[in-house]
């Protein structure tokens, strides 16, 4: 299993390239499956993630081919041969249940594996299904698959969801586009991922208004055709090279960013002494001069400060002044971080959903095992400021959502090798 190596080697500058959002694409792959016609999507991350959509779409009967470096994906879903999303696919990756909602709208039935439980907590599909019952699916659970069904068709309704769950957004718009007559999705999520999901699924012919808000509406048409979408810039990626400047000093350009897709962000790192600007190519971050300073984080929905920024955050505020209280909200068990930098020299209190983080100033470097993906980058920033070496190992985690690490930090000077093992 390869590992990756670092060493804190001081102030950062120059640019990263961000890339189109993982869990943007994620979403608009499966969106091949509301049509007969192709769609195909530019800007898309080269990611083993988007590997296991592809396989997924693949095994249902979509063609899917790969351009330009990976960075084209051209699909089909003319001919597909399946309505079944296996449980060896599913387990591998959360996202496969996006299948779940195009699958059922366009051939009245669909059966996705569960995925079981995760190493962030549990994450059920309640909520994905009380939506697409209320479009008035059948759904059951047999054999640890859910069985979908709509002999009739899906018909528009108005359901509220009881938390706004990005996934179940999606699934139940999705589901909605090929439904009869109007739905109100009331409590939606209102990430950037779902505004870009809507407006691919507008220009394949859908009736869509409210994305980015808490009531989407969405007119059922009777069929959706081909289109070409360009991914939209990934704003968690853009939050951790945003992070790398602030740890290590500097100044960093992202390529890319925009303020807009990382608002409440933003404004935890000016508290904490982190400049940022946004510029004709992307978002500038630098840090001001002395000690970053603690700062309370709390994460919750868009555009609250996002859970897949806390471990990477949290690395940062290690290293600061004082003391920062993290709370995390939206899932049970995202800490697993914790003890790995706490090797590193942090001092880290966890009690349930909430961390004390007492900054020590400089880390030391340690070896170090990734749990999951945002965590295994959080050590990688932890490792660009600490004293000595630092080996992240279980960087399969890292391959899921980040492409080309090594060669995007050490573009703005750090020290950082993958060690193939
Ligand atoms: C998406 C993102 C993930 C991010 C998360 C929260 C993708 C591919 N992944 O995941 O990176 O961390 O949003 O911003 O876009 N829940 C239920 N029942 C459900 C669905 C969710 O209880 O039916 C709970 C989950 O267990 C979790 C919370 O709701 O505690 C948030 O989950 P959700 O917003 O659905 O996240 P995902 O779509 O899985």
Do not use: W
Not at 67 to 80: C, E, F, T
Not at 85 to 102: F, H, Q, T
Not at 237 to 264: D, F, H, Q, W
């Amino acid at each position: 299993m390869d590992s990756i190596l670092v060493t804190g080697n001081g102030a950062l500058s120059g640019q990263i390239p961000i890339a189109g959002a993982k869990n943007a694409c994620l979403t608009l792959m499966p969106a091949t499956l509301l049509s007969e016609e192709p769609l195909t999507l530019t800007n898309a991350p080269r990611l083993s993630d988007i590997k296991t959509m592809t396989a997924l779409l693949q095994s249902l009967g979509a063609e899917v081919s790969t351009l330009q470096d990976g960075q084209v994906i051209a699909m089909s879903s003319h001919d597909l041969t399946s309505h079944t999303a296996d449980y060896e696919i599913v387990r591998k990756m959360r996202a496969s249940n996006l299948v779940l909602g195009p699958l059922l709208a366009r051939f009245g039935q669909a059966v996705v594996s569960l995925p079981g439980g995760c190493a962030i907590g549990a994450r059920p599909m309640d909520l994905h299904t009380e939506g697409l019952e209320a479009l008035g699916a059948e759904i059951e659970l047999k054999d640890g698959y859910l069985h979908a069904s709509a002999p009739r068709g899906l018909t528009g309704a108005v359901h509220e969801m009881r938390f706004a769950s990005v996934g179940a957004t999606e699934n139940i718009v999705m589901a909605a586009t090929l439904a009869k007559g109007t739905t109100v999705l009331k409590n939606a999520a209102r990430e950037p991922e779902i505004v870009d999901l809507v407006e691919c699924l507008r220009k394949m012919g859908a009736q869509i208004s409210g994305e980015g808000t808490s009531t989407i509406e969405i007119q059922g048409v009777d069929r959706l055709h081909g289109a070409t979408h360009q991914v939209v810039t990934d704003r968690i990626e853009l939050g951790t090279y945003m992070l790398a400047p602030a740890i290590c000093g500097g100044e960093v350009e992202l390529l890319g960013g925009r303020l807009s897709l990382v608002g409440a962000f933003v404004e935890k790192l000016d508290a904490a002494g982190i400049d940022v600007e946004e510029t004709a190519k992307g978002l500038k971050v630098r840090r001001r001069n002395g000690r970053v300073q603690a700062v309370d984080v709390t994460t919750e929905p868009f555009p609250g400060f996002p859970t897949d920024l806390q471990a990477q955050m949290m690395a940062l505020l290690c290293t600061a002044e004082g003391t920062s209280v993290l709370e995390e909200k939206i899932f049970e068990n995202r800490f697993m971080h914790a003890p790995e930098l706490t090797r590193m020299g942090a001092r880290i209190d966890v009690q349930g959903g909430t961390a004390t983080v007492t900054g020590v100033g400089r880390l030391k470097g340690a070896p170090v095992m990734a749990t999951d993906l945002r965590a295994s980058v959080s050590l990688i920033l932890a490792g660009l400021a600490a004293e000595g070496e630092t080996v992240v190992s279980r960087v399969y985690h890292l391959d899921r959502g980040y492409e080309h690490v090594v060669q995007k930090l050490e573009g703005v000077g750090a020290k950082i090798e993958r060690i193939k093992g």
